[in-house]
Structure formats: C-alpha cells, structure tokens
C-alpha cells in the first residue's frame, strides 16, 4: 500500500499465550504452535491447541493440539515437504513432532521435476513440471533460522509466473529488499492449494567488478 495502516484482525479463538512460534507455510498461511497461556514462569499452563491464520480472510482455524509442551527454548521450522516440525521447549522434551497442515489432505500434489540452484534479481529462470498447466501459485520461502519463539530469517514471497513448454517461466524477486540474498524453498501449489515437495534456489546479489 502507498500508505501502510495497522489493521485488527480476529482475535486467537485458544487465547493470548506467550512463547508461541508462528510458522509461514507454503501457501502463506501462518501456522502457531506452541507457548504458555500465564506469563509469569511460575505459574505453566500449557497451550497444546495448533492454531492456523489466515492473511486472506483475517480468520484463525483451530487444528490438532501438538503433544507436548512447546515452549521457552522451542523451535518450529516448515520442512521442504511442506510439513513443519515442532520441537523443544520447556517440557518439551527432547525430541520432536512433524506436523502436516490441511493443504497436505486436498488431493495430488503436483511436482518439480527440475529447477535451478541459483538465480539473481530481477531475472526469470525455468522449473519444470508436468503439471504447469494446473500451477496457481508460485511461493518462495526463505530457509528457516529460529529460536525462543522468532524466526529471524522468515521471508515469504509468491513469484509472477508464465506456462511454458514442459513447465513454467518464474520471475525471481525485483531485489534484496522484498528477498535478503540467501538460500529459499520454491514451492508450486495447483487449485486446490495444495503445495508440491519445495526444491532449493540460492538467491544471489549481482557480482561487483573491482
């Protein structure tokens, strides 16, 4: 927007918590897991309830509680399946839970059969796919970096594309302001959202002759 506004949004049908980790998926809709309903450490109540956000209608969904208690210390990280792993965490124990969201139930998933290991801004590169002809979304998800309940590294943005033969043409990001440089998940999803197995792309800043 020309003119960025904070706007509310539904609040968490589960309640305020702390600790939470919010995990962006593959369709952009962010997953929350984890956390602590009181805030003070001397008094834990859990919260076991996954809940799911969505940025298109403003809504949240309530999905299968995790568990284990994931809290302080907790991580959640999307997998390259498109699943997001859940670990850690005061009482948590030590080990994990994989967790697969509701795109994952929609039928076929389609899938890449090639694309590049590297690109630059401001370029276009081509993946290839049997089922370009069903590809409604084009997603590019930054690899994971996270701790305490923040994601440092989280950048989630959907790519132009344009069908081609043997698969699609995609429009890599216009600059390091919308993607930092760095290593990224390309994710294709079909109608019905669901998303394919991601393939990893390094995004790279031009070379500078000296």
């Not at 702390?18 to 897991?33: E, F, K, M, P, S």
């Not at 996270?146 to 043409?169: D, K, Y």
């Amino acid at each position: 927007a020309a003119t960025p506004v904070w706007t509310p949004v539904a609040r968490m049908p589960m309640g305020g918590r702390r600790d939470v980790t919010g995990t962006i998926l593959a369709d952009g809709q962010v997953l929350v897991t984890g956390g602590q309903k009181e805030i003070p450490y001397t008094k834990i109540t859990p919260s076991y309830q996954t809940e799911l956000w969505n940025p298109a209608t403003l809504n949240w969904t309530v999905l299968a509680p995790e568990p284990a208690f994931r809290s302080y210390h907790s991580i959640a990280i999307l997998l390259p399946d498109a699943r997001v792993l859940s670990a850690g965490g005061v009482g948590g124990g030590a080990y994990g839970d994989i967790f697969s969201p509701p795109y994952l139930f929609k039928g076929p998933r389609p899938t890449i059969t090639s694309a590049p290991t590297t690109t630059g801004y401001n370029s276009a590169f081509f993946v290839g796919t049997p089922d370009a002809a069903s590809v409604t979304q084009v997603t590019f998800i930054r690899l994971a970096s996270v701790t305490h309940g923040f994601n440092e590294s989280q950048r989630f943005t959907r790519l132009n594309f344009s069908v081609t033969a043997g698969g699609i043409n995609v429009s890599a990001p216009s600059g390091p302001t919308l993607a930092p440089p760095g290593h990224y998940m390309l994710f294709i999803l079909n109608a019905n959202g669901v998303p394919s197995v991601s393939k990893t792309i390094r995004l790279d800043l031009p070379q500078v002759m000296e």
